[in-house]
């Protein structure tokens, strides 16, 4: 089992649009493993995203992702980041194949409601940026029951 960080953007929270992104994961089969809403500051999302730094969108970009909270959330599947990547659609959401959530719910392609983890390396740097180790819970599904 592999683990993704997803991050539910400002537009997500802004478009009322959280519930479907949780329900297109767990439909898919994910587990939710851990979940919050959180303000970075913008120095925290520089830090973020500073793969990014010193292109033209940046700046714009760190204000909008700071603009309101984000629902930071940790998922487990079976290959999770490539599935993930491939539900979330292209960066662009004008690009996004029909059906994504980006092509669904997304704008353009920096306000495009989600971000996904791109490797398993990345994937536990962001869960562990944003959640304790004791924030992430393991169940069994069945125990409900």
């Not at 700046?59 to 959330?73: G, H, K, L, N, R």
């Not at 599935?83 to 353009?108: F, W």
Request: proline share 2%; aromatic share 10%.
């Amino acid at each position: 089992m592999e683990r993704t960080c997803i991050i539910i953007k400002p537009d997500g929270l802004g478009k009322k649009t959280v519930g479907k992104v949780i329900d297109r994961f767990e439909g898919e089969g994910f587990k939710l493993l851990g979940l919050k809403m959180v303000k970075p500051t913008r120095a925290e999302f520089e830090n973020f995203y500073g793969v990014h730094r010193g292109k033209e969108f940046f700046s714009a970009f760190i204000d909008f992702v700071t603009s309101m909270p984000v629902i930071v959330s940790v998922w487990e599947a079976e290959d999770a980041i490539k599935r993930a990547r491939g539900i979330i659609g292209a960066t662009d959401s004008k690009k996004a194949e029909k059906g994504t959530l980006r092509n669904l719910y997304g704008t353009n392609e920096r306000h495009n409601l989600i971000h996904a983890s791109d490797s398993a390396e990345n994937a536990m740097k962001e869960i562990l940026r944003f959640f304790k180790t004791c924030e992430i819970l393991e169940y069994n599904e069945n125990d409900w029951k």
